[in-house]
């Protein structure tokens, strides 16, 4: 449980990376990062979730042109089972950085992340219900033709939400399909 190592270390504008503890959850992240016009690149439906937990998981991945949580992580930092902390990073150890996500701790325990930020957007989100007959001919233009999409599937329904989001302008009621941005 790691509700007590949740902080936001850093936030480094030069370089657009927050460096946080394993506790600290999405939507912290996120409100301490959009004051600098930042955010973070992929974002799942729920954001009570920690950062690290997500990636560590392999929680989120939203469309075929955006990439995982994951790949917005420069590096981790975990205490190995011998108590040794390593830090791990895409550019020092490739292979092993790629075999983090989703490892779910298969490593070590990871104390710290360094993910890279985006530029913040203003998103148009829209949800639908559908049969799942007519979610597959549809998939691969869903996908397509949105830069954020998720498809979830309820097997016992025959049902799936479709989830699809754009960037649009800034506005003065925010996001639309969204909850309302604070000022």
Same mark, same amino acid.
């Given at each position: 449980?790691?509700?007590?190592?949740?902080?936001i270390?850093?936030? %480094?504008?030069?370089? /657009?990376?927050?460096? *946080?503890?394993?506790?600290?959850? =999405?939507?912290?992240?996120?409100e301490?990062?959009? $004051?600098?016009?930042?955010?973070?690149?992929?974002?799942g439906?729920?954001?009570?979730?920690?950062?690290?937990?997500?990636?560590?998981?392999?929680?989120?991945?939203?469309?075929?042109?955006?990439?995982?949580?994951? %790949?917005?992580?420069? /590096?981790?930092?975990? *205490?190995?089972?011998?108590?040794? =902390?390593?830090?791990i990073?895409?550019?020092?150890? $490739?292979?092993?950085?790629s075999?983090?996500?989703p490892c779910?701790?298969?490593?070590?325990?990871v104390i710290?992340?360094?993910?890279?930020?985006?530029?913040?957007?203003?998103?148009?989100?829209?949800?639908d219900f559908m049969?799942?007959?007519e979610v597959?001919?549809?998939?691969?233009?869903?996908?397509?033709?949105?830069q954020?999409?998720?498809?979830?599937?309820?097997?016992?329904l025959?049902?799936?939400?479709?989830?699809?989001?754009?960037?649009?302008?800034?506005n003065?009621?925010?996001a639309?399909?969204?909850?309302?941005?604070?000022?």
């Amino acid at each position: 449980d790691f509700q007590y190592i949740n902080k936001i270390l850093d936030i %480094d504008l030069n370089s /657009s990376i927050a460096t *946080v503890q394993p506790g600290v959850k =999405i939507d912290k992240l996120c409100e301490a990062v959009k $004051p600098y016009g930042l955010a973070l690149g992929a974002l799942g439906t729920v954001d009570l979730q920690s950062v690290v937990g997500a990636v560590m998981t392999g929680t989120h991945g939203v469309s075929l042109s955006t990439p995982s949580l994951h %790949d917005f992580v420069e /590096s981790y930092s975990l *205490v190995l089972k011998d108590g040794e =902390i390593k830090t791990i990073s895409r550019q020092g150890e $490739p292979e092993l950085f790629s075999a983090m996500a989703p490892c779910m701790g298969v490593f070590g325990v990871v104390i710290e992340c360094k993910i890279r930020l985006v530029k913040f957007q203003y998103l148009a989100a829209q949800m639908d219900f559908m049969p799942f007959e007519e979610v597959i001919p549809k998939c691969k233009e869903i996908m397509d033709s949105n830069q954020y999409a998720r498809i979830a599937v309820y097997p016992s329904l025959d049902m799936a939400t479709v989830w699809r989001a754009n960037p649009i302008e800034n506005n003065e009621d925010g996001a639309v399909g969204g909850r309302k941005a604070s000022k």
